[in-house]
């Protein structure tokens, strides 16, 4: 029979297990929600809170002494969605071809940016990819209940590790940075799907309401935006790294 590691007793261990599951539920909960509003129906708000915790509990087996609390937080913050997004590509057996479909239309907004100077609109990047503007308005949707339209900035530069140097903070500061500039360069009818969604935390359907169209239209209109930020991003030129400061000239 095993026995309980000296000085945990298996009551201490419950309590300890049970007081880290209340300290760090809340933020499960709060990404898994933020998650499932654009999710098909079919996905349970309980799946991907399970999921959620799966890279909550990859996280706390990560974590060092010498990691601060608020470090700690941003770490698992991205171990959580890297969970949840792992889970959504496990059950998706199209995922591969639409990460394809999703890159292709990056870099064709990307392309048109660079030629005519200016953001594309919807028909414009149809065309560059070849399709009818109903076939694309479906793809978006497709990508989008698939996961792969989201505004986070781990689906735009995801580390290998959390690194809380203050390089690496710099640089997610640019990112930051760059995501509101292009959202600033965005239609107006895009900037306003993404303000109520990702500031006033409106649900797709009331988004809807608001610009009178359909649920499935704001879906298309969200994805088409965040794709755009992604060209954007991808577009901009690039920090030159600072000089090493030992080293005189």
Known sequence: MSQAPVGRSPTRGREEDNAVYERFMPLVRRIAMRTIRTLPSSLTFDDILSAGWVGMSEALQRRTEEMQDEHFEAYASYRVRGAILD????????????????????????????RLGRVPNEDEIAGELGLSLPAYQSLLMEISEAGFARLEISSIAEPASFDPSPEAITSQAEIVDGIATAIDTLPERLRLVLALHYQEECSLREIGEVLGVTESRVCQLHAEAVHLIRAKLESRPRRSPAPDAGVRR
Request: proline residues 4%; charged residues 30%.
């Open 87 to 114: 889970y959504l590509r496990v059950l998706d057996p199209l995922s591969r071809k639409l990460r394809g479909a999703s890159r292709r239309i990056t870099d064709a907004a990307s392309e048109l940016t660079n």
